[in-house]
């Protein structure tokens, strides 16, 4: 079985600001992952995958996330935020043992992104 | 290319009742999901279709809740009797297929407050 830890349940930032949510998994086997943002009153949105290859990956809206199978964590950054951008953001992880043949995510809890003027 | 629909958007009722959600996929994704997500925490999986098929419902409740697909399109999720703490938002899912390649796109949840 596999879990998500996203560290900090709220993040304040200014417009303009660089921010970094953290996100760390716990896996026997090897995974997949995945940064989802949910907007008020909305389904959730893919930003990111990996899957494999380069650990650097990047995303819709100028997000991006890297892969540290060391420290299994999977941050996502962002260099410059926008008011836009608040939103909840959710980590997620898909167990690769099950060969990709049944995409079954495991979420985190969850961080709200509050970017103030 | 239509979203992921949902619905009710909204549904109160007390407990002991009995409630249902629909939800309509992306025309032509085979696979469909239903979360439940309480506040404060992340969607949890409950029921995954292929096709008409059960895949996974190792985490379905099902001394209360159920779910079907009878046509392999559109699904419903109803719970009888309701509880407390079923109190949740309940998001509908689908993808292509059901390999980790095919990304879920979500729909705008049903929010169910139970009193």
């Known amino acids: 079985a596999q879990s998500v830890t996203q560290l900090d349940s709220q993040v304040p930032v200014f417009e303009e600001a660089p921010v970094e949510l953290r996100c760390n998994y716990s896996?026997?086997?090897?995974?997949?992952l995945f940064w989802y943002v949910q907007y008020p009153n909305q389904g959730l949105q893919l930003l990111l995958k990996?899957?494999?290859?380069?650990?650097l990956v990047k995303g819709i809206n100028g997000f991006e996330a890297e892969f540290n199978k060391s420290q299994t964590s999977f941050h996502l950054r962002k260099p410059s935020v926008h008011i836009s951008d608040t939103a909840e953001y959710f980590c997620?992880?898909?167990?690769?043992?099950?060969?990709?043949?049944?995409?079954?995510?495991?979420f985190g809890k969850g961080t709200l992104l509050t970017v103030n003027p | 290319e239509a979203g992921v629909a949902q619905s009710p958007r909204y549904k109160i009722i007390e407990k002991r009742q009995s409630v249902a959600f629909w939800c309509n996929p992306i025309?032509?994704?085979?696979?469909l999901y239903w979360y439940q997500q309480i506040l404060g925490q992340g969607p949890k999986l409950l029921i995954q279709?292929?096709?008409?098929?059960?895949?996974?419902d190792s985490q379905l409740p099902k001394d209360r809740f159920s779910a079907e697909r009878l046509k392999g399109v559109d699904s419903t999720l109803k719970i009888q009797p309701a509880k407390l703490e079923d109190s949740a938002v309940y998001l509908c899912?689908?993808?292509?297929?059901?390999?980790?390649?095919?990304?879920?796109?979500f729909g705008p949840g049903t929010r169910l407050t139970v009193l």
């Open positions: 899912a689908s993808s292509r297929g059901q390999g980790t390649y095919n990304e879920q796109f």
């Open positions: 896996s026997s086997v090897s995974v997949y």
């Open positions: 990996y899957l494999s290859g380069s650990t």
């Open positions: 997620a992880v898909s167990d690769q043992g099950s060969g990709g043949s049944n995409y079954k995510l495991t």
């Open positions: 025309s032509g994704h085979a696979t």
């Open positions: 279709f292929q096709n008409n098929g059960v895949v996974d």
